[in-house]
């Protein structure tokens, strides 16, 4: 365990397996445990809560990517044999606080993705908010090979993106989708060139940054909440949170500055 680098421009302790990168006002975390293609052990899952959770008021996007050949190999599988029952809860839920602080964190998140995004490394980035994919990319649920079952969120989070079937086949057949395919289910938002991900990433960071605060935080936080309610539930938390959006301050002034010819128009990108 180590803190982050003081010129990294945070404040928080982080593993090995985590390097912390400050880009203005956007954040740059890595997986940075190659040599076991970022497996992610008790002290990443514990130094990504930390992360997300004490992101510094400037942070206003995050990209998450991995080093090496791989995004993520998921779960560090020579931790596995070690956990009783009381232990294997105690673990998966402490996957769940560390991915709840990405996905309902401070600022919205980019997941650039390659080479193998299997296990928890296709949960965590499940619980990202767009996800880039590299030509390299594919993804699987291996846990059905392995005797296990998903704990990092997939159950609730993958359902949601590629549907409970897909997901159902996925772990009781092994089936693993590659990058083309990730893309025409929805898995990625993006599919760029091998080595085309963090630049991208990094360009979708610095758009989300752009915008209003309140914008953000209604898509982040609000959004999920009304597609998981009732209609009658969710027009009226739409209502609300769009008088909250127009009332703020940077609102008014973003209107102002479209109707006076200042802000730019809406254009095919
Ligand atoms: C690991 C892990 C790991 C690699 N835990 N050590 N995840 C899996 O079932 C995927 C397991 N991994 C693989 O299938 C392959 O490693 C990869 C396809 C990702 C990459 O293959 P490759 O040929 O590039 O690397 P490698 O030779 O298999 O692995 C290099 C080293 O990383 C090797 O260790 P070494 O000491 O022999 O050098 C591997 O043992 C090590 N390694 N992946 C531990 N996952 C909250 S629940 C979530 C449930 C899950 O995520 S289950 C899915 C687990």
Redesign the pocket.
Same mark, same amino acid.
């Given at each position: 365990m180590s803190a982050a680098k003081p010129d990294s421009g945070f404040d928080v302790e982080l593993p090995r397996s985590l390097k912390a990168e400050r880009r203005g006002d956007l954040a740059v975390l890595r997986l940075a445990r190659p040599?076991?293609?970022n497996?992610?052990?008790d002290p990443t899952v514990l130094g990504i809560e930390r992360f997300f959770g004490s992101l510094p008021d400037g942070i206003k996007a995050v990209v998450l990517h991995g080093e090496g050949?791989?995004f993520c190999?998921?779960?560090? !599988?020579? $931790?596995l044999t070690a956990r009783g029952v009381a232990e294997g809860i105690e673990?998966?839920r402490s996957?769940h606080r560390a991915f709840e602080r990405i996905e309902f964190g401070r600022a919205p998140v980019v997941a650039v993705l390659h080479?193998?995004v299997?296990?928890?490394?296709l949960?965590i980035a499940a619980a990202c908010h767009i996800r880039v994919a590299e030509s390299s990319a594919y993804y699987? !649920?291996? $846990?059905g090979?392995?005797g296990?079952?998903?704990?990092?969120g997939?159950s609730v989070r993958l359902p949601r993106i590629i549907g409970t079937s897909r997901m159902t086949d996925m772990m009781l057949t092994g089936r693993t989708y590659d990058a083309e395919e990730g893309q025409a289910i929805g898995i990625s938002h993006y599919l760029v060139a091998p080595g085309a991900g963090l630049a991208k990433g990094l360009e979708l960071a610095t758009r989300i940054a752009g915008n209003a605060p309140m914008t953000n935080f209604a898509v982040t936080h609000v959004l999920p909440r009304i597609a998981e309610s009732d209609p009658a539930s969710g027009y009226l938390t739409e209502a609300l949170i769009s008088a909250i959006a127009q009332g703020d301050d940077e609102a008014k002034a973003r209107l102002k500055a479209f109707l006076e010819k200042r802000a730019p128009k809406t254009v095919r990108h």
């Open positions: 040599e076991k293609r497996a992610i052990d050949e791989h190999s998921g779960l560090d !599988l020579g $931790e673990h998966s996957w080479g193998a299997v296990g928890g490394g949960e699987a !649920l291996p $846990e090979s392995r296990i079952f998903v704990g990092g997939a």
